[in-house]
């Protein structure tokens, strides 16, 4: 599903700093992924370019069998849009729009009509729990409410990808365990993930756990989450 | 449809960013209109206070030749008739208005009561160049000066030499040479003299006196701006004159042509510099209107970069975010703009009926009425709304341009 090869990236500051320095990886179709490393380690840096969000300098990125190099804008919105679902450490819902305007809101961009678009969202909604607030504002939410809503975004246009940073970064362990239980349902369902993550506790959730350390793959641990017990706080 | 519900919730629950762009943006328009209108005001009570001298008026009377000329002795009378009129109003592009003078003198009579008078048939436009201030009913009207009416414009002295304190003269007839003579107007007297004046139409006291030949002739000018050009003027009449009267175009005595042209080009000196002074002071205000309405659209799209990096991260496209906030600029400028424009011309309108009331009958050295050209106020605030829109396109372009994660992560 992802494939990277020797992929280099630089960040050109005051001072050039190469944060990726050859990545090799592969993502299989219905795989779920994490990503661990320190801080700095170039984690972030990695999942924007897996979803196209930030550009790369050499190497190969393909995704979905497609070469993702120099795409046009609107190349590069449509695959972000149709493709991929992103789910942020800060949620990045839009403010002024309600929890259901959120989640509809890449369907517009599909142009989805407005009724089809509320009702898919809807829909979306009531699969997270959320069908009560689906008329409030994210400020009304809780960070567990809200990263539901944000999940529930990414995944309304069915996407192939879920990209996470950190999506328990802002979340308490009981909120966190329910968002990763939320995450291997979806999971369950086939989508590709990739979840950049601190914790171990989360990492050990996924099916292989990457160790980036110095812009370089330095290691893949493979799990066996299916031994893990869900219903267990992570922390 | 879905553009204009996308547009339209964006500007109605952000309440409190589109009511502050909009705020600038009628307040910028608001003050600018108010500013331009009591500018006019000043400009207008100027104008006022001039109003003898904002015209550039000649008058020309026959003397008599001091030197002999194509076989025509000295000392002959020059008269003027309706062809120095008609190659005045025809040939001379310069001139606008002629008023020929014709005059007759003799008694004035109502009911029991007589005065001398000096009756001068006149056309409308020489109460502008005389400079005759009406103290009731009007002067000679274009209307009167066609038909021939027989009404009379008489000065105070005549009327209290005929009426009555109790009486009003409008509407009266009174008798001059045997003619009965409607009085339509009550001029200030002239000068110090206690003789009666009396003002006619032209083409009435031509048909009565039968004269063809007048003494003076009074006409305004236009276009003449300096003292060299009216002297190159002066000098052309001479000799156009001389020319149809056959006299020595050196020779000075045989008209004398006379002018208002100092005191006019000091008044329109006068007059161009405030015009300088309002116009610069407009423009600084229109810049710096359009300096804050562009500040406060650039603020805006930068607060929505964070927006702009979400929206594009989930598969908006540039074009459609870019088109959204032009528009939803667009609308704010153009229903705020409108708004501060019609409050300015409101305020400009009030403040005028205000000022107007406070003047009145008060000796005031200035009177200030602000007024206001709409064109002038419809070409500032369409280019505010031009500015704004422009200030709010391009930062959207560069917010639209950089890369999503950036605009995202944006502070
Ligand atoms: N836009 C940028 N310009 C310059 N340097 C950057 C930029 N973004 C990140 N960096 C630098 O690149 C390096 C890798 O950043 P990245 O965000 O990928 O790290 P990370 O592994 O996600 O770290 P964290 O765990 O703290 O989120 C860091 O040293 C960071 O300072
Ligand atoms: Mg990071």
Request: charge should be neutral.
């Amino acid at each position: 599903m992802i494939r990277l090869e020797k992929i280099n990236k630089t960040y050109f500051g005051a001072q050039p700093l190469h944060v990726l320095k050859g990545i090799d990886l592969q993502v299989n179709e219905g795989e779920m992924v994490s990503i661990m490393g320190a801080s700095g380690s170039g984690k972030s840096t990695m999942l924007n370019i897996l979803g196209i969000l930030d550009n790369y300098d050499s190497g190969n990125y393909y995704l979905n069998g497609k070469l993702v190099k120099d795409l046009s804008e609107n190349e590069a919105a449509d695959v972000r849009n149709r493709t991929i679902g992103f789910i942020f450490q800060s949620f990045n819902l839009i403010p002024f729009k309600t929890a259901m305007e959120n989640v509809a809101l890449p369907l517009y961009y599909q142009n989805v009509n407005r009724k089809k678009r509320n009702q898919i969202a809807m829909e979306y909604l009531e699969r997270f729990g959320l069908k009560e607030w689906a008329d409030h504002y994210p400020n009304e939410l809780s960070g567990g409410q809200k990263q539901r809503v944000s999940m529930a975004r990414a995944l309304v246009t069915q996407p192939k990808v879920i990209l996470a940073d950190e999506p328990t970064g802002a979340l308490d362990s009981k909120t966190s365990a329910e968002v990763m239980q939320i995450l291997r349902e979806v999971h369950e369902t086939g989508i590709t993930m990739v979840i950049v993550t601190h914790e171990r506790g989360i990492a050990l959730r996924t099916d292989k756990i990457i160790h980036l350390k110095d812009g370089i793959i330095e290691n893949i641990e493979i799990n066996n989450p299916d031994s893990i017990d869900f219903s267990k706080e992570i922390k | 449809m879905d553009f204009w519900r996308e547009i339209f919730m964006a500007l109605s629950r952000n309440k409190l960013r589109t009511f502050l762009t909009g705020f600038a943006i009628s307040w910028g328009i608001f003050i600018l209109i108010v500013l331009l209108a009591a500018g006019n005001g000043i400009m207008n009570g100027i104008g006022e206070e001039f109003s003898d001298q904002s015209k550039n008026t000649y008058m020309i009377y026959g003397g008599e030749t001091s030197k002999p000329y194509k076989g025509h002795g000295t000392n002959r009378s020059i008269w003027f008739n309706d062809k120095d009129i008609r190659f005045l109003e025809t040939e001379v592009k310069e001139v606008d208005q002629v008023s020929p003078c014709i005059y007759q003198s003799g008694f004035a009579n109502f009911g029991d009561k007589s005065g001398s008078i000096f009756v001068q048939g006149v056309r409308p436009v020489f109460k502008d160049i005389n400079n005759t201030k009406m103290l009731e009913g009007r002067f000679i009207s274009e209307l009167d000066e066609k038909s021939s009416e027989k009404f009379i414009v008489i000065d105070d002295n005549l009327r209290k030499k005929l009426f009555d304190d109790e009486v009003s003269p409008l509407g009266q007839f009174v008798i001059v040479s045997g003619i009965a003579y409607k009085v339509i107007g009550i001029c200030e007297s002239e000068g110090r003299s206690d003789g009666g004046n009396g003002y006619v139409p032209f083409s009435t006291l031509k048909k009565i006196t039968r004269k063809n030949w007048y003494w003076m002739l009074h006409f305004t000018v236009k276009g003449l701006e300096t003292k060299e050009e009216n002297e190159a003027f002066t000098e052309y009449l001479r000799t156009q004159l001389a020319h149809l009267h056959e006299f020595d175009p050196d020779d000075t005595s045989a008209v004398y042509i006379g002018s208002r042209q100092e005191g006019y080009l000091q008044t329109m000196k006068i007059f161009r510099t405030f015009e300088l002074f309002i116009w610069i002071i407009g423009f600084a205000m229109l810049i710096s209107g359009i300096v804050g309405v562009s500040n406060i659209m650039r603020i805006t799209v930068k607060e929505r970069t964070n927006e702009i990096g979400i929206r594009k991260a989930l598969g908006a496209k540039s074009r459609s975010i870019l088109a959204s906030i032009v528009t939803e600029s667009l609308i704010i400028t153009t229903i705020f703009g409108y708004i501060g424009m019609w409050l300015g011309m409101v305020a400009a309108e009030v403040g005028g009926n205000v000022l107007s009331k406070v003047q009145e009958g008060k000796e005031i050295s200035l009177n200030i009425v602000p007024s206001i050209d709409i064109r002038i106020v419809l070409m500032a605030t369409a280019l505010l709304i031009v500015c704004g829109v422009l200030a709010g396109f391009f930062p959207a372009r560069n917010a639209v341009k950089i890369k999503p994660i950036e605009a995202m992560n944006y502070r």
